[in-house]
């Protein structure tokens, strides 16, 4: 199956700093990137969604300016998370997306995960 | 709002036995429903995916059912082995968007 790469697999940064993970497909392009957050034992949220080349499109609740995510090439999609604070800790987890074709269901790989922790 | 949700938040299943992990939607307008395997610490894996317009579909030990009438789907896994214990999440999408909605997942243990 197709692989997506994540780094760091897991950070422990002080309130206040900024924090980039990157999210790489490794044997496909990828135009679209997904980026999630999931608590402890709790479903996957979705933040944004990467688009190669273009702004990233965030969902309502999600703070733009707070989670910067940059999709510079078909392979890397990252997301930083600018002024860290201990409400930011959590399990960030990049999916991206390999087309299927028309009328196909296109299928998303994930990413192995970031554990942030911001003391 | 839409959403994906699952009857069921834990399943313990005898090794060797078969296992059903259900999953209510609520939004007929998918396209597509995918179950998705995740183990602890790591991201979900891929396990099988379903059109709206099928109603079964198989994989290696692993089954899924589209009722729309009563939009439900299931995920059977035959056989179970220790490596199937994980969390399985139910996501629905649409074409062209491939936005996932997630649901809230099943903690399936087996038992040796």
């Known amino acids: 199956g197709a692989v997506v790469s994540q780094h760091p697999s897991r950070v422990i940064c002080k309130s206040g700093t900024s924090v980039k993970i990157e999210c790489r497909s490794l044997d496909f392009q990828a135009t679209t990137m997904f980026w999630y957050r999931q608590f402890p034992k709790k479903s996957l949220m979705l933040m944004a969604t990467s688009n190669e080349g273009s702004k990233a499109t965030y969902e309502q609740g999600v703070e733009k300016d707070k989670f910067l995510i940059n999709h510079a090439s078909l392979t890397l999609s990252t997301l930083t998370v600018t002024s860290a604070h201990p409400e930011d800790s959590s399990f960030y987890i990049c999916s991206a997306r390999r087309l299927a074709g028309v009328q196909r269901a296109d299928t998303q790989y994930f990413g192995p995960g970031t554990r942030l922790t911001v003391l | 709002g839409e959403s994906v949700g699952l009857h069921l938040p834990t399943l313990s299943v005898q090794e060797g036995d078969n296992s059903i992990i259900n999953c209510a939607y609520s939004?007929?307008?998918?396209?597509?429903f995918i179950w998705y395997k995740q183990e602890s610490g790591k991201g979900p894996q891929f396990i099988i995916d379903i059109r709206s317009n099928m109603d079964k579909r198989q994989g290696q030990r692993v089954t899924v059912l589209l009722n729309k009438t009563v939009k439900h789907l299931s995920l059977q896994i035959a056989a179970t082995q220790p490596g199937d214990s994980a969390v399985y999440f139910c996501?629905?999408?649409?074409?062209?968007?491939?936005?996932?909605?997630f649901g809230t997942g099943t903690r399936l243990t087996i038992i040796p």
């Open positions: 996501a629905e999408a649409y074409f062209g968007n491939e936005k996932l909605t």
């Open positions: 939004n007929s307008a998918s396209d597509y």
